[in-house]
């Protein structure tokens, strides 16, 4: 897989084309690039660094070291969002004393949010919703930034440079959305080496448990979430108890698992009095 994404980085071309044209030689020129990449991933790089792309719920997002890498695991959040959205559409709906087509859609925060994944892959499902994103980076604010404008969404997300939820009025938002670092130092021999020596660091650890980051995002949530508001967010199984007991107070509290059974997504509503 690498080796194919890499030849298709050096002929800048799409895997259909690649599958299309098995006679297709290579040039002196694009045998050196394609030289160089593989040097760069010999090296540990990863592809995606090299070739400054990943996609992403069928998206093609741009990518750097600045920003962690999309991985497919985060689009179980992307999924969770989107059932709890849909189906609180229908219920504002069906209680609306005003026509369904003028009742307000979902209002949605995505925590740092790096490349801008999450956040991009809400917009372009939810036509209607507004989407907030945030991130402590200004070097990810300019790639998630470049990748809403790539699909012509920058009309649609509000960027701000912000730690978490800093800045935002109390109940402010439907969906407080995150795929927050979640990886304890003490498991840090356990990650990737490409991980660990590539991608931002204090995107993937937070502090000695795991839970630095999370044990700020919940309360922060609690109160930018509007009554009946959704948190959503990223976790690994290895943290899944202590999240649930972090989560006592909310209502509708369930821990998905993703196609390996793992534990990898916490969703929690706050209580609607």
Known sequence: MNAELLIMFTLDCDRAYLYAH???????????????????????????????????WGLDLIVSPAVLIPRPETEHVVEAVLERAKAQLVERRASSPVRPEQSRSARIVDVG??????????????????????????????????????????????????????????????????NPPYVGDSEEDSVELEVRKFEPRHAVFAGA???????????QAQTALRPGGWLVF?????????????????????????????????VARKVNP
């Open 22 to 56: 098995p006679e297709r030689e290579l040039a002196r020129a694009e045998m050196q690039r394609y030289g160089e990449a593989l040097a760069r991933r010999a090296t540990g790089v990863p592809a995606q660094y090299i070739t400054g792309h990943q996609e992403f």
């Open 113 to 178: 949010t790096g490349s801008g994944a999450i956040a991009i892959a809400l917009a372009n499902e939810l036509p209607t919703a507004e989407i907030h994103a945030t991130d402590i980076s200004r070097e990810a604010l300019e790639v998630a930034r470049a990748n809403a404008a790539r699909h012509q969404l920058t009309s649609r997300i509000e960027f701000h440079r912000a730690d978490l939820l800093d800045g935002f009025s109390p109940a402010s938002f439907d969906f407080v959305v995150s």
């Open 209 to 219: 448990t795991g839970l630095d980051v999370i044990e700020r995002l919940i309360p």
């Open 234 to 266: 990223e976790i690994s199984g290895t943290i899944a108890d202590r999240v649930r007991r972090l989560l006592s107070g909310w209502e509708e509290v369930a821990i998905r698992n993703d196609l390996q059974g793992i534990a990898r997504v916490a």
